[in-house]
């Protein structure tokens, strides 16, 4: 049964009642009405700066690092387009060099062809000059033996004729000049001076025959000369230029390393840079999820501090009733009408108590304490005969349950709510005959007289 007091006294007495309740300690998950937990909440928040701080420094170094290392990207996509460059004009140089070569092997393979022919007609020449000599060979047999019957033949004329051919023959110098002065002695005979004119003949042919083929084995062996000549100054200059082109293709070869090099350098700074992002938005979300709880925490305080007040105001309709900090979950004007236990006409226990009278519906219902919603049933079904409810974890193993609300209740599950805060409003869903409210109070899940905690 609850005791009366006047209006004074029974403020005095909340008062004390909040002082107790002021004094006690829990955690600030619980979020009970102390000064305790409005300090627990200030101690955690500045915890929670010095995180968040330590976090905007750290993202402000890397964003520094992030910086330097773009820089260092950037230098190094420089040098690798100048490397790029340098290779690009360095391969133009190596195909310069390339067609170069190209153009003296084709000279030299046309010099070789031009040799090869000079020799081929070297060979031929000197295959006449041999066939000639072996000619001359048999005409100077010949003309030796024709040379033993000119003999004879000038014996006789000399000893037939007495003339003075053989003083003009004996004075020639030669057997050349012989021949020549031979010519004076066509008057001995007519078959003796057409031997002697078919001697002279064939041996003047046989000579100027002679004559030319080694003129122009002369000429022939001269022109291989100087394409001899041309070869090898071909030859030596395309190997200067091949020594060139390996000196270049060496060079060429560095740079390329040198560009992998620098590609493997940049590839390693911007994975730095992805890695460096990555942790900012990393350190971001814990940053975001840090003021987040600080937000949570400060509005918190706000709401307990405002509790606070409004309990020190005494508020008939929502000041605390008993020393455990729980207020009345309706208007103070609405008692108790149904009580905890066996009901016969429900032929069961009564897990809560009713709190109903002509009136109540459409009226608020308010946590008797600060804590988190568990549970937010809307929309006007059964629900095990509660239909619309709410339950509210104050921790510590104790919850509240609200039942038979109206449709449309004003908190969701997970939400903190503080005490006083209106949850939904008075109605008749589920298993209930008019409008009213139905409270429990349940200690680690099981139901309990919640008498203990409003008397």
């Not at 004329?157 to 004075?171: A, H, I, K, W």
């Amino acid at each position: 049964m609850i005791t009366r007091f006047d209006k004074k006294s029974f403020t005095h007495l909340i008062t004390a009642v909040l002082i107790c309740a002021l004094l006690s300690v829990v955690s600030v998950k619980s979020a009970v009405v102390t000064a305790g937990s409005v300090d627990d909440n200030n101690k955690r928040i500045a915890e929670l700066q010095r995180e968040a701080e330590e976090i905007r420094e750290q993202n402000n170094q890397r964003e520094r690092e992030i910086s330097l290392l773009r820089d260092d990207v950037e230098q190094q996509e420089k040098l690798m387009s100048a490397v790029d460059t340098q290779i690009n004009e360095i391969n133009a140089q190596i195909n310069a060099y390339n067609n170069l070569i190209n153009a003296k092997q084709t000279a030299v393979d046309e010099t070789l062809v031009i040799i090869t022919q000079k020799e081929h007609e070297i060979l031929n020449a000197e295959n006449r000059i041999s066939q000639r000599k072996n000619e001359i060979e048999r005409l100077d047999i010949e003309n030796n033996e024709n040379i033993a019957k000119f003999g004879q033949i000038a014996a006789q004329m000399y000893m037939n004729s007495g003339s003075d051919v053989f003083s003009l023959l004996t004075g020639s110098t030669t057997f050349y000049d012989i021949l020549v002065r031979a010519e004076m002695i066509r008057n001995i005979g007519e078959n003796n001076t057409a031997f002697t004119e078919e001697l002279l003949e064939a041996i003047e042919r046989q000579e100027e025959e002679i004559v030319k083929l080694e003129a122009d084995v002369a000429d022939t062996e001269k022109e291989k000369r100087v394409f001899e000549g041309q070869k090898r100054a071909l030859e030596e200059e395309m190997s200067e230029l091949e020594k060139e082109k390996t000196i270049v293709s060496e060079e060429v070869n560095r740079q390329y390393d040198a560009l992998f090099a620098l590609t493997a350098e940049r590839d390693e700074l911007q994975e730095s840079v992805v890695g460096l992002k990555a942790q900012v938005a990393a350190n971001q979300q814990e940053f975001d999820g840090i003021m987040r709880d600080i937000a949570e925490l400060e509005a918190q305080n706000r709401a307990i501090e405002a509790a606070i007040r409004n309990n020190q105001n005494s508020n008939p309709d929502r000041e605390v009733f008993s020393a455990s900090g729980f207020i009345w979950p309706v208007e103070r004007r609405f008692p108790i009408t149904g009580g905890f236990g066996w009901d016969a006409w429900r032929n069961g226990v009564h897990t809560g108590v009713d709190f109903g009278t002509f009136g109540i519906g459409g009226t608020g219902i308010f946590a008797v304490q600060s804590g988190t919603v568990i549970t937010a049933t809307d929309g006007g079904g059964w629900n095990g005969g509660y239909g619309n409810y709410v339950v509210v974890d104050h921790g510590g193993g104790i919850s509240t349950l609200y039942a038979h609300m109206r449709n449309g209740i004003s908190v969701s599950s997970g939400q903190f709510v503080t005490q006083g805060q209106t949850l939904g409003i008075v109605g008749t869903t589920g298993w209930s005959t008019g409008d009213h409210l139905h409270f429990e109070v349940r200690v680690n899940g099981t139901a309990v007289n919640p008498a203990g905690y409003l008397n």
